[in-house]
């Protein structure tokens, strides 16, 4: 789409305000009640959802120009959702998150991408990897000696996707991950030097042309590999692979490492062996979590009822965080043995981003910084002693919130409830 085919839907934001905070029967106090960082942090209307549909509005107008402080606002998004979701409870006829992520592409439609978007997509396009100074030739490393199958050749249970953070910045993690599969009998098979970067962040900033590129090349080899399913343990890579990527053609049954570990565990294939007596709580990454829903083809247009109330034909799929990845992690928390969950106040479909979304660590630092920072204070207000989650870019972005609190994620504790060691 482009931002025009969105005037309908501008106009029709009744400016409820819902898109700021979390639903309110969900509200359990008011110093964590908001949900959309951006309009949070600034404190200004045209960062929530609202006031992005009126920008988008006089973009298309003409009223405005995609640069400067338009720009800004703009590429502050997160692209977390939490506005889709809170808009949703009352709304069926509104997709603020896809009008989010049109108005990033209208910046760099209008030739305003930022210099270090710019490098991430040569990366992308030279290395294969938007972590700038990566190289390709280094990305299977991780790898090296152990026992992998060559999906290159050969059949597996599991297509092994690492993810860029798994690959480069965390080896011993995606070791361990493989490590605890194969303990539980499972054919761990992984591309080698045809494993890429999925380039789901280039889609969450609006540079779509190197997305597609990306991901065209990815599912084109994947064609070619006998698996049962795709597995990663990346929740931006989970996102990027379940929905975006099924968008392009990619069949391939795809489920998270969580989602996997917690069959495995249920099935008895994976018996924990030791205590750990801590006191966690658990952090939703928001590409696994509520825009972890699967993808559903639709084809149709609008139509009103009585000349008056927006509606569909045929129905169209309603993305509101519902069917996302919440239950596995949580399973493998209580059925290890000694861990004690406690929730915070803004949960599952309801939880507030980490920080690392949508670029958002690279164009607006500090936005991502102070984000990282108020999830730790919700965090710590539970008493936990840990703060577990399940996508690498959320214990990154989260660890270096610099709060105190320990921050890991969910394949370390099994590993350790495994006594699975390097």
Known sequence: MSIKEYRDMQKRCSSCNFCKWIPFDKVKSARFAENCPAQAYYQYNAYSARGRFQLGLCLVNDELKPEGETQKVIQSCLSCGACDVACKICRYNLEPYEHNLE?????????????????????????????????MADRDAWARGLSLTDARAES???????????????PEEARKAVRVLQRAGVKVGYLFDQDACCGGRMHQMGLQDSFEKAASANIAIWENVQAGCIVTPCGDCYHALKRRYAQLGQ???????????????????????????????????????RLGEAYEPWNGHEKKIRSQIVTWEPRRPRYNGVHGVYDAPRDILKAIPGITLVEM?????????????????????????WTAGERMEEARATGADVLVTACPWCVKNL????????????????????????
């Not at 597996?156 to 965390?170: I, K, N, S, T």
């Open 103 to 135: 108005l990033k592409r209208e910046v760099v439609k209008a030739g305003n991408e930022l210099p270090v978007q710019t490098k991430m997509a040569e990366s992308l396009k030279e290395e294969h990897t938007m972590l700038i100074g990566r190289k």
């Open 156 to 170: 597996c249970d599991v297509l092994f996707f690492p993810g860029c953070q798994y690959a480069y910045e965390r």
């Open 251 to 289: 069949k391939k049954p795809v489920l998270h490492l969580t989602e996997l570990l917690d069959q495995l565990i249920k099935e008895g294939r994976l018996t924990f062996t030791k205590r750990i007596e801590k006191t966690v709580t658990y952090h939703d990454p928001c590409h696994l979590g």
């Open 345 to 369: 106040e803004r949960i599952r479909e309801y939880s507030f981003c980490c920080g690392a979304g949508g670029g958002c660590r690279d164009v607006d630092p500090e936005l991502s910084k």
């Open 399 to 422: 660890s270096e919130a610099h709060s105190g609190m320990e921050v890991t994620d969910v394949l370390t504790l099994v590993c350790e409830a495994l006594e699975e060691g390097e």
